[in-house]
């Protein structure tokens, strides 16, 4: 039995951010070519649209140029009913963008506490379960930081579990993603892993890593466009879908769990 029912994927609230201009010069670890951030920003309306279509309360911060990579903001913050907690970004252009959100978390919440020591957490590398949360070390996230994390989530009755990120992989969740209800959807090596135990999983087909990342948001799994194989794995689980345009994002290695805090405050 679960120890939180539902608290991978009921949710009341998100957090995103206007992709800026300067998203162009955005991390990645392939050139693949720019974003266009006019492009960018429609593909992100339609996104917000689909977290509002499932009854979320979505609140859309205004674009910050001088972090190129700050409507990525599952990256520096991790949210929870109880509180939020503001993580430490592990590459070095990202660092300050915790300070950035602190002000939109607060403004939902009465409790934002930072990760104390001086270790770093990527949210990318954060999986939350109904029954446990996944922290995954990978470039961006490491032991210090992992254990740092690790302990406030205990100090909140959560099971927290530190796991090691198979090599190739940049961070855990571009490789895995929960539907919920005990299923995960992952990628063969993530699979061949062990880290899911007994849990029912969905594999992603060849071909499609990229599709790794969904997100379930209460009775719908948003899903990459163009991974059709791996769009009928999660149908014929029985999970309801929604496709969404992810050409920008994935040019600059985002996902969809990337471009949102996503949180139940009942």
Partial sequence: MPQHPGLSWQFSHAITRTPADSIARGLRAVDTGNPDPYEFRVQHAVYVGALEAVGMTV???????????????????????????LLRPGHATRI????????ALAARYDTVLEIPGKGHVDGGDVLTLDDEILIGLSARTD??????FAKLLRE??????????????????TACSTLGDDVILATKPMIDSGF???????????????????????????????YPQTLAN??????????????EPRKVDGGLSCLSLRFNLG
């Avoid at 859309?60 to 509180?83: H, I, N, Q, T, W």
């Avoid at 300050?96 to 002000?103: F, G, K």
């Avoid at 909140?156 to 969740?173: C, M, N, Q, S």
């Fill in 59 to 85: 609140d859309v911060l205004p674009a910050l140029e001088d972090f190129p990579d700050s409507c990525f903001v599952e990256d520096p913050a991790f949210c929870l009913p109880e509180g939020a907690i």
């Fill in 96 to 103: 300050d963008e915790p300070a950035q959100i602190r002000s």
């Fill in 143 to 148: 032991r210090e930081g992992a254990e740092a």
């Fill in 156 to 173: 909140w009755g959560y099971t927290p579990r530190v796991a090691e990120t198979p090599e190739g992989v940049l961070h855990f969740k």
């Fill in 196 to 226: 899911f135990g007994s849990r029912v999983v969905v594999p992603v087909a060849d071909g499609e890593d990229y599709c790794a990342n969904v997100i379930r948001v209460n009775d719908v799994v948003l899903v990459p466009e163009d």
């Fill in 234 to 247: 999660i149908e014929a689980a029985g999970f309801k879908t929604r496709l969404m345009p992810v050409s």
